[in-house]
Structure formats: C-alpha cells, structure tokens
C-alpha cells in the first residue's frame, strides 16, 4: 500500500489548496481516521458547540483513504475575475431561518442524502445536486441528473474526477455540454460506502456517452445550466442567493475534527488539515445557544454526522466556507424539442 500512499501524497501536495497548510506526516496517513482522544476532546470542551462521535460511514478508513474522497479544488485567483459575481438587492427581507426542504416541498431532491463512495467526486456530487433542485424549483421537474456523466466526461477541463475537480468548472460543463439524467447514466459505484470494510481508490469512470438504456439517447436526455456564477464572500449575499434560487454548491477546508461531527454547530477544534470538499448548501438558522449556522447536505449517507446533514457556523467564514460559493440557474434548452444531431464525440472543451 505504501506507494498509493506516497502517490495520494503527492497529489494533494501539487493540487491547488485553500490554505497553506503542513502536511501530513507520511506515517500518519497509514492510522485509523476515527480516534477516541477526539471524540473525548470535542465532547468534554464545552465551548465547541457540537458533539462528536466515530461515524459508522468511515470507520475502517485510514487518514490516507480519506483524503482521497476530499476532491474540492478551489477556483484559481487568476479566474476569479472572469467568473460573473452575483450581487443581490439588500432591500430583500430575509428570515431569521431557512430549510429548503420547507420552502420547496414538491422537490424531493433537496432532502436526498448520496453517497459519493470510492471516488474523490465531491465537486461533481454538490453541482449535480443543486442544479437538480434549481430544475425542480424553476421548471417544476423532479429530475435526478447524472453525477458520471459530469465526472467522466467533463475530463481534465474541471479537474482530475476521482482526484479532485472545481466546483465552478463543473457549473460551466452544464453550460456548454448539459449534463444527463441519472436513469441514462447512473453512478459508477453502485457499492458505494454504506457497507464495513469500504476502501476509496476507484479510478475516474470513462466517459462513454451513451444511455444504459436502449429507449433513451444521450443528446435528448441533457439538461443544461443557462448560466454559472460565483456569489460574493458574505452572509447576506449567499442567503439571498439561496432564498431566490434554490441550494448552492460550496467548498470548505476539512479538518480531522470533521470527520467526527454527530451533531450541533461545526468548527474546527483540534486536527490537522486534510483537503477541499464540496458539499451542498440548503439553509441557515440559529441555535438554541444563539449560534448563527449555514445548514448543509453532505454526500456520505446518512450514517455519517446528523442522518447525512451538518451545521457550521455562519458569519465567521469557518474553514473558508462562505469564500467560494458558487451556482448558476437552469435552462429550458433541449427541454421542450426533440433533438436529433447524432451523439457527441470527443473531450469536452470550456
């Protein structure tokens, strides 16, 4: 196992990070990711504001298979201004709390819990899923879009799939190329990590651009994004984002603390940095404590954290989770007509 190791190593040393961290120690990757001293930590700190606990999702990873499955890459400095930034009216009067779940009840894709499985496709996993809730918010569709199709296909244009992609390049995919149904192209993991003994290290699907189904063609069954944009580093910017829009997709930093949340207000106590990782955001609040906190859908099942969900503090930009948040809306193309130019072929280009 040791040169997986050496090579996960050197990935995450020469991909792009939030943060100048140190690494982790080469000896450490091959140790249990769950630990006892941490749980005890978290949970005898009164002012932590969350309790920790050892997630049955990730109990048999060592710290090495776990930075394996952190694969948010954040957007380049040199891109940023290129990339539209939206800004909202501050007239908008926001509540004190918000679930999208509560406010669009008829998408049923807001409440679902992934499971990302063996693979590092976090980024493509928090897109996928918002703008399936976009499409079921703006055209009253409830449709599951395909993860694979934007992991293997999108290609080194939005990262490294299994090893890592940028949130915003996968938004920019559903622009220029649309991405399918979950139905024509489904996960490539169907095992996924719901069951003991699971070992990350999957290779990156290929990409073959035809339907499982004989009844379905690839071209017709693409769903496209009209738009993709990043939403300026503030609280009432996202929450204005997220109250007109639907959920959004952002990264934050992970810590080994994370790995451990059960329940209340995440930040970082204790642990070394990890990795990028890309989540979904569908709501904020405050708690019974007075701690303001974004809500979020993680893609580990729900054997991990708070039946697959979790809450970080708000307003704080905790673990850099309010610097890069980004979206973009639904398109009505190739909705209402019937497309027949033959498949694509070939890398994706944006």
């Known amino acids: 196992m040791a040169p997986l190791f050496l090579g996960l190593s050197l ?7 939030v943060l100048v961290a140190e690494s982790v120690p080469e000896l450490k990757l091959n140790s249990n990711l769950l630990q006892d001293s941490i749980v005890n930590s978290i949970n005898a700190n009164p002012k932590a504001g969350w309790k920790a606990g050892m997630n049955q ?5 060592t ?3 776990f930075k394996y499955i952190l ?3 954040p957007t380049p400095e040199s891109e940023k201004r290129s990339i539209p930034l939206v800004h909202h009216d501050r007239s908008l009067n926001l509540p004190k709390e918000f679930d999208a779940r509560k406010a669009w009840p008829q998408c049923t894709s807001i409440g679902r819990i992934l499971d990302q499985g063996h693979c590092g496709s976090c980024w493509a996993f928090a897109a996928v899923e918002a703008l399936s809730d976009r499409f079921c918010i703006n055209y009253s569709m409830n449709i599951t879009l395909s993860v694979n199709d934007l992991l293997a296909c999108c290609g080194f244009l939005c990262g490294a799939g299994c090893d890592g992609g940028t949130p915003i390049y996968a938004w920019r995919y559903f622009v220029h190329h649309g991405v399918v149904t979950e139905e024509c192209d489904p996960y490539f993991d169907t095992t996924g990590c719901s069951h003991p003994g699971c070992e990350p290290g999957y290779p990156t699907p290929k990409c073959v651009r035809k339907c499982v189904s004989g009844n379905q063609l690839w071209r017709q069954s693409k769903h496209y994004g009209s738009n993709a944009y990043r939403v300026k580093s503030d609280q009432y910017q996202i929450m204005a984002e997220l109250y007109k829009n639907g959920p959004v997709e952002v990264a934050f930093d992970v810590y080994e603390d994370f790995a451990h949340y059960k329940s209340g ?5 204790t642990g070394q940095y990890l990795g990028g990782h890309a989540v979904k955001l569908i709501g904020w609040g405050t708690s019974a404590d007075g701690e303001d906190y ?11 954290g708070d039946d697959g969900y979790f809450m970080i503090s708000r307003g704080t930009n905790e673990c850099g989770i309010e610097e890069d948040v980004v979206a973009g809306l639904p398109s009505p193309k190739n909705m209402f007509k019937v497309v027949t130019e033959s498949d694509d072929a070939g890398s994706a280009s944006i």
Do not use: E, I, T
Request: glycine share 6%; aromatic share 18%.
């Open 57 to 61: 999702q990730l109990s048999d990873y």
């Open 71 to 73: 694969g948010a890459r």
């Open 63 to 65: 710290l090495g298979q």
């Open 265 to 269: 207000v995440y930040k970082h106590v």
């Open 11 to 17: 990935l995450f040393l020469l991909a792009p990070s």
């Open 294 to 304: 974004w809500l979020l859908a993680n893609q580990w099942n729900r054997s991990w």
